[in-house]
């Protein structure tokens, strides 16, 4: 793979600087359109026939234990703000026992002075961590070895491999050769010695799509879906022209929100691990999505003022979810995840 220049690369912090900045201050929610947790219900049990103090949280994935089925999900990387907002995250996933993973990490890999950003397991040493590269980089001259040196860099447990075709076809220099694409993914899921999981970055998965993931040999599924933040809004404030900027919000409702998201993942991919992220604001709706069949529940926007700050803030956000996400098994009667898993929830719509 040719070098990148200097140009390209600037291009590339530019807009991972405007991602965050976009984040922070636009409103990038969907239209019109849920996570879809709000559906569901858990069916209160007044007996629950045991101590809060007894619902046992933990959890095995990718063989890390986990103290709460939740992830940190990928944000940022690649600029300077990101590598306090890694930082910060990294040491709240530790402090609390819980997994988490890094923006992209293509910058990294063709600009060598961006890899301190993503670098973490000085204050992280024990986490369920996963590095992250694009899936359509591999139409575009990345292979196993990049993938390896993303892994590498950060010291990695699992690779995520993401896929947006939404976001790269709306963003001005984005990336939107995705033909042969399956293929490739297989290889490299040969290649690696560590788990690839298969992520979308807000759009959701659909049972097709999971079944094609599970066929191509990925190691789980992270849905990524609807509800949440969306990336067509966010590259909409990044259009450059009138035209560009309608053609992006039109999309504002575009997706598979992450409840049903989860279910079509688990129909298409029985077999393997699903990762429920987008729009989960609170632990109930964790739980919920663990309820539905996921292994462990991501969030992401919800963390990053509080990244900014201090890792003490992420903490605080954290141990919110956390608490609730206990009571929430508590009074559905359920010890521990595995029990969750096989909780029956009412849907009212």
Not at 102 to 115: F, H, K, L, M, T
């Amino acid at each position: 793979m040719k070098a990148k220049n200097v140009s390209s690369i600037s291009i590339m912090s530019k807009r991972k600087t405007e991602h965050i900045e976009i984040s922070l201050e636009k409103d990038v929610s969907f239209r019109d359109l849920t996570a879809g947790f709000e559906k569901y219900r858990f069916i209160h049990q007044a007996l629950p026939e045991m101590d809060l103090d007894q619902v046992d949280t933990g959890v095995s994935l990718y063989g890390k234990h986990l103290s709460v089925p939740l992830l940190i999900s990928s944000m940022v990387g690649g600029v300077d703000e990101a590598t306090v907002i890694n930082r910060n995250l990294a040491e709240a996933a530790q402090s609390l026992g819980l997994a988490m993973g890094v923006g992209s990490q293509r910058c990294a890999i063709e600009d060598p002075s961006a890899v301190p950003s993503f670098q973490v397991r000085d204050v992280a040493p024990d986490i369920l961590l996963f590095a992250n590269v694009g899936a359509v980089q591999l139409n575009y001259g990345f292979g196993p070895d990049q993938c390896r040196r993303a892994v590498d860099m950060i010291e990695a447990d699992a690779l995520f491999l993401h896929l947006n075709p939404l976001q790269e076809a709306i963003q001005h220099e984005g990336n939107t050769r995705f033909d042969g694409l399956l293929k490739k993914i297989e290889s490299l899921c040969r290649s690696l010695s560590v788990p690839v999981i298969a992520k979308e970055v807000c759009f959701g998965i659909s049972e097709t799509a999971a079944r094609q993931l599970a066929d191509a040999g990925v190691s789980g599924i992270d849905v990524a879906g609807a509800g949440g933040t969306s990336w067509s809004q966010v590259e909409k404030y990044r259009s450059l022209s009138k035209s560009a900027y309608d053609v992006a919000d039109t999309f504002a409702s575009w997706g598979i929100p992450t409840a049903d998201s989860v279910v079509m993942a688990k129909r298409g991919a029985p077999d393997l691990p699903v990762i429920a992220s987008g729009g989960i604001r609170t632990g109930i709706d964790a739980a919920k999505a663990v309820a539905l069949g996921a292994s462990a529940a991501g969030i992401a926007l919800p963390l990053l003022k509080a990244a900014c700050e201090s890792p003490e803030a992420v903490q605080g956000a954290l141990r919110e979810i956390i608490e609730t996400f206990r009571i929430a098994m508590f009074c559905s009667g359920v010890r521990n995840i595995a029990a969750l898993q096989k909780t029956e929830l009412i849907k009212t719509m």
